[in-house]
């Protein structure tokens, strides 16, 4: 389902690699998505987390780590990967996915959520739901895009 946008920008390769991060989790989500041997357990929080959380966490701090890794990585589920960023101002934040009552309970309505934040600011950011076919990202100079089923057109949200 990976996409890219047809601008270019300084962030180019980032939002590409977080496209390849969006479909790396999709891979997992949707095989885990109704499955009937899900395992749920409860974080500290109260909240409910699922053998799929963080099965695609750690699948992306893998992918990231590998492809950049002077990049830090904070996650919802494994939180700071306690590497030093200074060097490159960059940080990798991860919500492997948001909606996981959703999720639990078979509601399409749940995404992976990938942003790259430089010095402060966000540049790359990635939603992807693929129980409703659909991926929203954007990059710093290159727009805001939609994304539907794999072989449609990108859609511009904004340039």
């Known amino acids: 389902m990976s ?52 099965a695609v966490e750690s699948a992306l701090r893998e992918l990231i780590t590998k492809v950049r890794p002077g990049d830090k990585i904070i996650g919802e589920e494994f939180g700071n990967d306690g590497s030093n960023a200074k060097a490159s101002g960059r940080h990798w934040v991860i919500d492997p996915i948001d909606g996981t009552k959703n999720f639990m309970r078979a509601v399409p309505v749940w995404a992976t959520l990938i942003a790259l934040v430089e010095n402060g600011e966000v540049v790359v950011g990635v939603i992807s739901a693929p129980a409703l076919n659909r991926r929203w990202y954007a990059a710093k100079g290159s727009g805001a895009y939609v994304h539907s089923l794999p072989g449609t057109e990108n859609n511009s949200l904004r340039k």
């Open 3 to 54: 996409a890219q946008s047809s601008g270019t920008s300084k962030y180019s390769a980032d939002l590409a690699l977080a496209q390849e991060l969006a479909d790396a989790a999709d891979v997992i989500t949707t095989s885990r998505y109704r499955a009937l041997d899900l395992v749920i357990t409860t974080k500290p929080d109260a909240t409910p987390v699922t053998d799929a959380d963080k």
